[in-house]
């Protein structure tokens, strides 16, 4: 029956998209098995990659509120996508946009847009400054760098060979 209710929810292509935004919701434990469906569906992530986002999903189930923070969207009752983030550590309203991910089936419906908007909301309440993402300048994340660009995430930095030789790290930042 989980098993079940995990397929019912992460495949959105049964269901035509409708023309509402998402709904944005905190984290549930019932999320979690979707989330890992989620984070493994297109080979995007690497098992390394899955298993650091599941540590942070795991941590925000634990303390919600506290260090890692999740909002989940759905579509149609479907689970399609969700962000995490969390305060930067040593510093004074600054935060750390951690991981976002839409459903494949989701992509180009507002979903991360609705995420990133709600995430950033929340935050302003909380009289956060900056939000900083960090991301790979490998050619598979050019469609993140492009979604962030257009969500006013500016490029301010780039370590060269930072991940690994070849693979450099990009640092975006927004004001709030």
Known sequence: ???ETVLQRTELRRAPLPAAPPAIRPLQLRDRAALHQLLTKDGLFTREEVSVALE????????PGGEYRVLCAE?????????CYGPTPMTEGTWDLYWIVTH???RGSGVGRALVRRMEHELRALGARLIR?????????GAAHAFYE???YPIC?????FYRTGDDLVVMLKRL
């Open 56 to 63: 942070l999903i795991d941590g925000a189930l634990a303390d």
């Open 75 to 83: 579509l149609n009752g479907a689970l399609a996508g969700y962000v």
């Open 157 to 161: 930095a780039v370590m060269p060979d």
């Open 150 to 152: 257009r969500m006013d």
């Open 133 to 141: 993402v960090e991301t790979s300048r490998l050619d598979g994340y």
């Open 1 to 3: 029956m989980a098993s």
């Open 104 to 106: 494949p089936d989701a």
